[in-house]
């Protein structure tokens, strides 16, 4: 895969030539470039912003400096590509969506600043996509988040490749939880399914645990969830030890 980022702030990208990424970058597993679009605007000052049409507050960034950054890029790698554009107007981004634009052979991200884009700007654009309801100083953070996101998912970049598929949000589950040595340590013990080497109990355990945090904390996403014969038993039965640990807990209020 290549990823180019169009960015008036190409040293906001350096973290990720670090940690995994840096390695994939290093084997040539992922090819990653930042183009500041400033080389591309026509005045000595190097603007690439200007005052809206029709009055108004802040500045909007101009065509013609995306524009020609664009047309480098396609010169010099032609061929379909996603081009992205970090707006708060794009659907949000999600692991879903990380999964789809990993199979993607070339990916560009625009990162606007100030108040926006010139709407023209859009017409190069195949997908828009916002982090959640906030607002950033510019769309090199959620850039960076949105690459490091698929970059996992490319074969070869993670190191353990059974890392990915239990992730969370993989299959719309949390992740369960997980224990490392020692089996004690003041006072917290692993639990000793996890300890006795009988790996359909603890593939039980670990998608019951996966379920009653996703129930905890994040019921909206078992509404996505299929779950086969067991991992409907073991939902109900988590459903019903969190109904019997609230009763308890509201009897010991009282």
């Avoid at 470039?33 to 101009?62: E, I, N």
């Avoid at 490091?148 to 059974?162: H, Q, Y």
């Avoid at 905890?216 to 039965?237: A, S, Y």
Wanted: aromatic fraction near 8%; charge should be negative; proline fraction near 6%.
């Amino acid at each position: 895969m290549r990823i180019d980022v169009l960015s008036i702030f190409p040293d906001m990208f350096a973290p990720l030539t670090q940690s995994m990424i840096g390695k994939a970058l290093e084997k040539d597993l992922l090819q990653f470039q930042v183009t500041d679009f400033r080389q591309y605007s026509h005045d000595k000052h190097h603007h690439v912003d200007d005052t809206p049409y029709g009055g108004g507050a802040g500045m909007l960034l101009k065509p013609e400096p995306i524009f020609e950054a664009m047309d480098a890029i396609n010169a010099t790698h032609p061929g379909d590509k996603r081009v992205i554009l970090l707006d708060p107007a794009g659907k949000t981004f999600n692991q879903g969506e990380a999964k789809k634009l990993a199979k993607e052979d070339h990916l560009v991200f625009i990162c606007g600043h100030y108040e926006g884009y010139d709407e023209r700007i859009r017409s190069l654009v195949t997908d828009e996509y916002s982090l959640g309801d906030f607002v950033l100083t510019g769309g090199e953070l959620p850039a960076m988040v949105m690459i490091d996101a698929i970059a996992r998912l490319l074969p070869g970049v993670l190191g353990n490749a059974e890392s990915a598929p239990t992730d969370s949000f993989e299959n719309n589950l949390l992740e369960y939880p997980e224990y490392t040595r020692p089996a004690s340590y003041r006072g917290m013990d692993v639990p000793f399914v996890l300890q006795n080497g009988d790996h359909q109990k603890i593939a039980d355990w670990r998608l019951k645990e996966a379920l009653r945090r996703t129930l905890l904390r994040r019921p909206d996403l078992l509404e996505h969830v299929e779950l086969d014969t067991t991992g409907k038993r073991l939902l109900r039965e988590v459903r019903g030890e969190e109904a019997g640990r609230a009763l308890d807990d509201k009897l010991s209020d009282e």
